[in-house]
């Protein structure tokens, strides 16, 4: 009994751990066109990525943020991730630098953000 209870936990682990491995490896392709600004591991036209998943908004050292975004005291969860990257300046912070108009398909934002948590 104990088995039969075992194997249908790991029976319904597997495929959420899938899931997600399919999801960042669909935002790494989608991610594709934020990398004419932003890396992980340095700054950029926009700030350095790594490890932004949970990061407070603003933080980067050596970046130079607009006063909008320094003042926004936003932390990057997947909520404001979400709202952010649906449209930055329009939806998020008014008078971000950010000039990207942002992804409107909810499948690709989901994506991209799965992705961004696994660049630690």
């Known amino acids: 009994m104990r088995n039969l209870i075992l194997g249908a936990a790991v ?9 997600r491995a399919q999801d960042a490896a669909a935002g790494e392709k989608a991610f594709t066109a934020c990398k004419a600004c932003h890396a992980f591991g340095k700054n950029g036209v926009g700030p350095n990525l790594t490890g932004v998943v949970g990061r407070k908004a603003a933080s980067v050292e050596g970046y130079n943020y607009s006063t909008a975004l320094k003042e926004s005291g936003i932390t990057w969860d997947e909520a404001n991730l979400k709202e952010w990257l649906t449209g930055p300046a329009a939806n998020k912070v008014k008078g971000t630098k950010m000039v990207y108009q942002g992804l409107k398909d909810d499948k690709k934002v989901a994506d991209v953000i799965a992705y961004l948590a696994t660049m630690k």
């Open 11 to 19: 029976a319904l682990v597997i495929p959420t751990v899938s899931a």
